[in-house]
């Protein structure tokens, strides 16, 4: 359940570390304009705590004089972003002022403000749910332009509102069996056919539908690794670069070029994909190939997906064959990527082709079949949640789904047995409720709320 409503006032430096052109301390709760007061020389004589305005130019000073030259944003409750009294302290962006200013807060009455504790206060006080805080952190940490816009429908509201479009109907359902609980004259059975019964199933429905939205909910938010593997020489560091756009790795004519792991973010359709070359698989004699070689067997593990290339200009060996079944027994969905087509247009697929879950003709030198390549892969990643529009609403945390998986079965479990007891029937309808509710944070156990406030950074 919801802690209480706080009423101490907390006080973080809200920009990040380092120097910049500004920085931010900020303040919220019921003291935040009285303490700012206290260290504040308005410029024009201007008393913030009566004052109507909202910015106010001037000095932060202390008892040995001026800290530093500063804009004060007053933001009076409700209409700030803890819905709380908020000053922000616009100064100097460097850790001298910033910590100054800090301090001075604390000395006059604020508290330091524990990770994410602004946004908790947003929630406790009701301006937000649970869902648009997380969104929140979502948002910070989009690395594409999809997960930006994902995590801004959600801090607008699309998921919370399909979340109460359900508990609506689920609270419905709870009054009517509440009430032949009460009545129990009433029968039930008589309702299996009956309006509510019909919107109970469409909600399961659309719960389902919501729910498979969560695969690329987790790969819009957290991105999805892709590694590149084969042999020696065939072209692994020339595709690393060609998907890259970019010269970052090493190409050379000799065998063993690449011995670390260079890792680089690319995007798949909206998706982050992390981009890992590799050192070619063989027996190495070299001591730097063979750590090479067991770090890259280490990062094929770890992949969502596995690029096996092979030479289709140099005929397949059978040590093509033995690296192939070393990275199809992994059983990671992998692509056999038959590369420098440029100089063979079209080669025979080797007969164990068909066990990779696809194959794609490249030239990675020429830039040939990359677009082809990258559909592919996208394919792959989002699978039938290729189609999910973001905008209505994406499950992207497994706190989420785990939720809305309970309230699905309880919801299923429910309806197959529509016809028994009104006591039976409340009891999953409530937990169901429960379920939906711990989405949006209204019945949210402690300890998740103060998992999900702590992975936030201080200040926001
Ligand atoms: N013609 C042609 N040559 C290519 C193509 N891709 C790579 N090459 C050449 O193949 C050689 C090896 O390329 P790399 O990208 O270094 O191969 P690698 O698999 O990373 O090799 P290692 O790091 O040694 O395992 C270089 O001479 C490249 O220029 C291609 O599509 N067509
Ligand atoms: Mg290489």
């Not at 920009?15 to 024009?44: N, Y």
């Not at 020339?238 to 680089?264: C, H, K, M, W």
Request: glycine residues 8%.
């Amino acid at each position: 359940m919801k802690a209480t409503i706080p009423d101490d006032t907390i006080a973080a430096i809200a920009t990040p570390p380092g120097e910049g052109g500004i920085g931010i301390v900020r303040l919220s709760g019921p003291a935040a304009i009285a303490i700012a007061h206290s260290i504040f020389v308005s410029s024009r004589g201007r008393d913030i705590q009566t004052d109507p305005g909202r910015v106010f130019h001037g000095e932060i000073r202390d008892e040995r004089g001026v800290v530093d030259e500063v804009l004060v944003h007053v933001m009076r409750a409700p209409h700030s972003y803890t819905a709380e009294d908020v000053v922000e302290i616009n100064a100097h962006g460097g850790a001298g002022p910033l910590r100054a200013i800090l301090e001075l807060t604390l000395a006059n009455g604020a508290r330091l403000a524990q990770p994410g504790e602004f946004t908790k206060r947003a929630f406790l006080n009701g301006r937000i749910d649970l869902v648009q805080a997380e969104a929140v952190l979502d948002r910070i940490r989009a690395r594409t332009d999809a997960a930006l816009r994902a995590a801004a429908s959600a801090a607008q509201g699309t998921l919370s509102k399909s979340i109460h479009q359900f508990s609506d109907v689920l609270a419905d359902a709870l009054a009517r069996v509440e009430s032949a609980i009460d009545f129990p004259e009433e029968d039930l059975p008589e309702l299996v056919d009956d309006v509510l019964h019909r919107q109970l199933v469409q909600t399961l429905d659309e719960m389902r539908e919501l729910l498979a939205t969560a695969h690329a909910g987790r790969l819009y938010r957290e991105g999805a690794s892709i590694a590149i593997a084969g042999r020696p020489n065939v072209g692994k560091s020339s595709l690393f670069n060609a998907l890259l756009r970019d010269a970052r790795a090493i190409v050379t004519a000799q065998p063993g070029t690449t011995r670390d792991l260079l890792e680089e973010v690319i995007t798949l359709g909206g998706i982050p994909a992390r981009l890992t070359d590799t050192a070619g698989l063989r027996a190495a004699d070299d001591e730097v190939e063979r750590i090479g070689i067991e770090v890259a067997r280490r990062a094929l593990a770890n992949a969502d997906i596995v690029l096996f290339l092979i030479d289709g200009a140099a005929p397949v060996t059978p040590e093509d064959e033995d690296r192939a079944r070393e990275v199809l027994a992994l059983g990671i969905p992998s692509v056999l990527v038959v590369n420098k087509i440029d100089l063979n247009p079209a080669p025979q697929p080797p007969a164990w082709a068909n066990e990779f879950t696809a194959i794609a003709n490249v030239s990675a030198a020429q830039s040939i079949g990359l677009k082809e390549l990258e559909d592919t892969l996208h394919r792959l990643l989002l699978g039938d949640a290729g189609t999910v529009a973001p905008d209505r609403g994406l499950i992207t945390r497994v706190h989420q789904r785990d939720s809305l998986r309970r309230a699905i079965t309880a919801l299923e479990r429910m309806l197959d047995n529509y016809t028994a007891s009104p006591e039976f029937l409340s009891i999953d309808v409530r937990e169901s409720l429960d379920a939906l509710g711990e989405i949006t944070g209204e019945t949210t156990p402690e300890d998740i709320l103060d998992r999900v406030f702590s992975s936030f950074c201080i200040g926001k």
